[in-house]
Nanobody, 115 residues
Framework: QVQLVESGGGLVQAGGSLRLSCAAS????????MGWYRQAPGKQRDLVAR???????NYADSVKGRFTISRDNAKNTVYLQMNSLKPEDTGVYYC?????????WGKGTLVTVSS
């Protein structure tokens, strides 16, 4: 089993910044592809950013230039630096790791951006 624990969410004013972290633990036998997803109230869960095992990244168009995903493989941790936050960035942010073809999800961390 693999466990993912997110942290770093909170309340921030528009234009502010937050840094999310997601630490993976358990039976991690290979470097996982990891990503951040966001679920706004009443909406589906959508991809925000992901980083593949060898460092390639991609982002949702809505966050390009504002968010940066990075990872520390030695710590099995992925980060999401969020700058210039907007009210529409509000939602629960979930971390996902794909290991051996299996997706594992964290429980999420809430980000609220006030206008």
């Amino acid at each position: 089993q693999v466990q993912l624990v997110e942290s770093g969410g909170g309340l921030v004013q528009a234009g502010g910044s937050l840094r999310l972290s997601c630490a993976a633990s358990g039976q991690i036998f290979s470097i996982p592809d990891m990503g951040w997803y966001r679920q706004a109230p009443g909406k589906q869960r959508d991809l925000v950013a992901r980083i593949f095992r060898y460092g390639m990244t991609n982002y949702a168009d809505s966050v390009k230039g504002r968010f940066t995903i990075s990872r520390d493989n030695a710590k099995n941790t992925v980060y999401l630096q969020m700058n210039s936050l907007k009210p529409e960035d509000t939602g629960v942010y979930y971390c996902k790791a794909t290991i051996g073809g299996i997706d594992y999800w964290g429980k999420g961390t809430l980000v609220t951006v006030s206008s």
